[in-house]
């Protein structure tokens, strides 16, 4: 398994449980993402992603996007592309 940095998590909403994050590489719906940090240890298959309030398939590297989660992540957690 090979893990890509892809972006950090900038911010956190419970309701919905969404994930805003910097990307730093291109991510698309249906990649395998891994989110890390201090107490932060989440693999998820991203299922909906959007820019701007806008659903979107892929997102570019400099992109803030947000990512519906399915558990609590933290703000400054890295955001890993899982490949296997």
Known sequence: MIEVEAGTV???????????VALTAPLKVGDKIH???HTTDLTMVVESMQV???????????D??????????????????VSD
């Open 10 to 20: 900038n911010d956190f909403f419970s309701r919905p449980v969404v994930a805003g």
């Open 35 to 37: 989110f890390k940090g």
């Open 52 to 62: 701007n309030n806008v659903e979107v398939k892929e997102a570019r590297a400099g």
């Open 64 to 81: 803030a996007v947000g990512i519906k989660v399915t558990d609590r992540v933290r703000r400054g957690d890295k955001v890993y592309k």
